[in-house]
């Protein structure tokens, strides 16, 4: 069972069930969740006021790659167009697709390669 931390403006999202998905980063040691796994997501993870927020099984995992350089998002190998960037954006909990972007080019990363996770 693995471990997830949202923050607090993602977990109310979370834990109302309108946030049903989560996109993360491919782990350097390759123990990427798997459907089927159970995940237990947490606010405040590691710290003194950490709650959980559900346990979760995971129902999909899909490949994702985001160019924050040419603003493209790449799902399973078909690069999105707009509108779906924009939807994909809402379900992850973002309010519009440039926060969508920012979030994830916040490290200063120029490709994001990761997976959708949905439970």
Known sequence: ??????????????????????IRAKRKDGRDPKVGQKQKLYEGLRTR???LIKTVVILNRTPIIIDLTNKTVHVNGVNLLH???RKLAHNDGFGNVEDFFTFFGKN???????YIYKW
Do not use: A, C, Y
Request: hydrophobic content about 30%; proline content about 3%; aromatic content about 8%.
């Open 83 to 85: 509108r779906h960037i």
């Open 1 to 22: 069972m693995g471990l997830w931390n949202f923050s607090k403006e993602m977990s109310p999202k979370v834990r109302s069930g309108e946030k049903k998905q989560t």
């Open 49 to 51: 006021k950490s709650r």
């Open 108 to 114: 200063n990363v120029h490709i994001f390669d990761g």
